[in-house]
């Protein structure tokens, strides 16, 4: 009788160990305005290749991905505070934001793309010299601008405004990451009629895109790697992979 009473309630333990970790809940921080790796939809819901991913991931490796709409301006500074536990926006992994933040190992690989007026004349960077180059602020395509040797360079909240203005004629090209330049240029049912992916900007060095983490937080940067690992293993990752970008 006493063995029975032990091994339920080692059952039982086990069990409630299990649903503790089913139960993990992460916050992520996404500046929903960036498709398709993470926007809100027409229902009001942010989705997204990123969105899905960690769904998959939490699936996984046992954690509920909570997203909360964070404007980009204020992402990290709220990082920081821990008013979230993690950055889920397409943030490129560097050795300047290493120094202030961790983390998880790359899920993603981009690289700037530059979108013009369909006419352009623009085929490489040297192309852009006198002309107004539009990006997200804080981006790595807003870093990509500065350097541009003659351009004018304009930063925006958001990448949309600046999509927007290049459609409108306010400006000569819009830099950001290739995914999502593409789906502006291409995708688009407005703006694809006007738009179109003019060329990627050469780099010495490959940008991954990786989820940000208050520095230190050790445990929640392995579990997410934990998850990546085993969606990707498992062949998820290549599945919704094919869903947002069709091949890559």
């Not at 960036?34 to 969105?51: A, D, L, R, T, Y």
């Not at 490129?92 to 690289?111: G, L, Q």
């Not at 601008?145 to 409108?168: Q, V």
Request: with cysteine.
């Amino acid at each position: 009788m006493l063995r029975k009473l032990l091994l339920s309630l080692v059952c039982l333990a086990t069990f409630a160990s299990a649903a503790s970790a089913a139960e993990k809940v992460i916050v992520f921080a996404s500046d929903a305005t960036w498709p398709p790796m993470e926007f809100v939809n027409e229902q009001k819901q942010i989705v997204g290749f990123s969105v899905e991913l960690l769904a998959a991931m939490g699936k996984a490796a046992g954690f509920k991905p909570e997203i909360k709409n964070v404007a980009w301006d204020g992402i990290f500074a709220g990082l920081t505070a821990k008013k979230y536990d993690a950055i889920s926006s397409s943030v490129s992994i560097t050795d300047e934001r290493k120094n202030t933040m961790d983390f998880s190992d790359p899920y993603f690989e981009v690289k700037q793309g530059v979108v013009v007026q369909k006419g352009s004349p623009a085929k490489t960077a040297a192309d852009l010299k006198g002309k107004t180059v539009g990006a997200q602020i804080g981006t790595t395509g807003f870093f990509a601008a500065k350097k541009i040797e003659g351009a004018t360079p304009k930063s925006y909240d958001e990448i949309g405004l600046a999509i927007e203005d290049l459609y409108s004629g306010r400006l000569d090209a819009v830099i950001c990451d290739d995914a999502i330049a593409a789906n502006y240029a291409l995708q688009h049912p407005q703006y694809s009629q006007k738009l179109a992916l003019a060329f990627l900007l050469k780099s010495d060095t490959p940008e991954y895109l990786g989820f940000a983490f208050p520095k230190g937080d050790k445990d929640n940067v392995a579990l997410v790697n934990k998850g990546l690992k085993m969606v990707k293993e498992s062949g998820e990752y290549d599945k919704i992979v094919a869903k947002w970008f069709g091949s890559k």
